[in-house]
């Protein structure tokens, strides 16, 4: 959000962190140090009929933010899926001038660090802007109606095509932002607080892959007939879990680092990445490793199918860990994935990660052993979301290993429903694994 379009107002708000109080600046940004044993908890009043952005950075932990009124009554919890680097943010309008405070707390879960900082921004949003939001929010009630949100993607595009009359980087940074970001649908807004989408980002990206996305951009209207394809995927999916939950679905295009994450509410689709195909022009990823994921494949509707089945089975994937399971980081981080690609593999017909699969069924047994051999580590750097360190081998092997445990605990599983059922709900990666004998499978 640019400081333009906030009130230039200062706030006073006391802060209570480590046993010391300050005060800080209504629209200045303060670092905290959050531990496991101390959070940080900060007090302010705020004025009836304003309207409050608060927004927290996580650098290196996970954390969740509790507001409440000045009774302590609880008014919302936020806890975004962006784990560890990322915003946790609210916006508020109070109902009466009053006391609210505000608790950022570590979250208590396997994997998260036991210290690190987050970054607090507490700022008035001015009237002249939420004049503007009102006209734009009228112009999105439409598209924010439907199951499937494809409209950011024209708005995407009317930005890339006004580059050409930008003659500054400020000027190219405020295209972006005014065009594409400040005219968000709710799912394009849910997937800027997810990867951290900035103006700044979106100029940076288009400025080092410009025959990529002019290559990709007929690929990403072919979502704009996505309806009948995720109520396919959706259909699917019901029938084989019976406890499945639905949610929106939003076509966006990103800065070419995610082809899809999920929110409370929606599936998010990063379209550039989801829709590219071997026929796009990838020549400026070199040989990458994720310039072969791009690569894979040449049917943009079954990639789109494909994907859309891989995250909507992240948003059913909400059983608390149970906390008495042996830790097992890495094995649960693979098989969170993993699963996505056999339980989408069953309503799609294909899977996201086609380069990892055909490596994996060629070098099983060692995929398998180097894998184990890590089986708990508490760090996922060899095996996920590793596209710009690993040499030699595909990116994302851990998918892999996830889902062949899945594909071998339901082909022994007598009873198909309940295997989807477990798989799905799985919550002790370590009982899981033998239950599934995949260990003892013979491999390759």
């Known amino acids: 959000m640019k400081q333009s379009i906030l009130s230039t107002l200062l706030l006073l708000v006391t802060v209570v962190s480590f046993g010391q109080t300050q005060k800080i600046e209504f629209g200045k940004e303060y670092p905290v140090s959050i531990t496991k044993e101390l959070n940080s908890e900060y007090s302010f009043q705020l004025q009836k009929g304003g309207l409050y952005a608060v927004s927290v950075l996580q650098q290196g932990i996970d954390v969740k933010l509790v507001f409440s009124d000045g009774d302590n009554k609880q008014i919302l919890e936020k806890d975004s899926p962006n784990g560890s680097n990322g915003y946790e943010q609210f916006e508020f309008t109070p109902t009466a001038t009053s006391l609210y405070h505000l608790n950022i707390i570590r979250l208590d879960e396997e994997g998260n660090a036991e210290k690190g900082k987050v970054t607090v921004l507490i700022t008035k949003i001015s009237k002249v802007e939420i004049q503007r939001r009102e006209k734009i929010k009228k112009e999105l009630a439409p598209e924010n109606g439907k199951i499937v949100q494809t409209l950011d993607i024209d708005h995407f595009w009317q930005a890339f095509d006004n580059l ?35 103006a700044e980002k979106f100029v940076d990206a288009v400025a080092h892959f410009p025959k990529f996305y002019k290559s990709v951009r007929k690929n ?28 929106k679905v939003c076509f966006a295009i990103g800065i070419v680092n995610t082809g899809g994450t999920v929110s409370d509410k929606f599936l998010l689709i990063g379209t550039e990445v989801s829709t590219s195909t071997k026929n796009t022009d990838l020549s400026e990823f070199k040989n990458s490793a994720f310039g072969k994921q791009l690569a894979s494949g040449d049917d943009v509707i079954q990639k789109i199918k494909n994907i859309v089945a891989h995250e909507y089975v992240h948003t059913q994937q909400n059983t608390p860990f149970d906390k008495n399971a042996i830790s097992c980081g890495l094995l649960y981080s693979a ?69 062949k445990i899945a594909q071998e605990y339901y082909k022994n599983a007598p009873d198909k429903k309940q295997a989807v059922i477990d798989i799905i709900e799985m919550n002790d990666p370590i009982k899981f694994l033998q239950l599934s004998r995949y260990d003892q499978k013979p491999k390759n």
């Open 220 to 247: 990403t209207y072919e979502v704009k007939n996505a309806v009948p394809l995720v109520e396919e995927i959706v259909s699917k999916f019901q029938q084989i879990y019976p406890n499945f939950t639905p949610h």
């Open 335 to 403: 098989m969170q994935e993993g699963f996505c690609d056999f339980i989408g593999e069953l309503t799609s017909g294909s899977q996201i990660n086609l380069v990892g699969l055909e490596y994996g069924d060629k070098n099983e047994k060692q995929v398998w052993k180097d894998f184990k051999s890590e089986l708990c580590n508490s760090s996922n750097k060899n095996w996920l979301y590793n596209y710009s360190s690993v040499k030699d081998k595909p990116a994302d092997l851990g998918y892999y290993v996830g889902y």
């Open 164 to 198: 050409k009359q930008c003659k500054t980087r400020n000027d190219s940074i405020h295209n972006f932002q005014t065009v594409y970001l400040d005219r968000a649908t709710d799912g394009l807004k849910d997937f800027i607080i997810a990867r951290q989408f900035t």
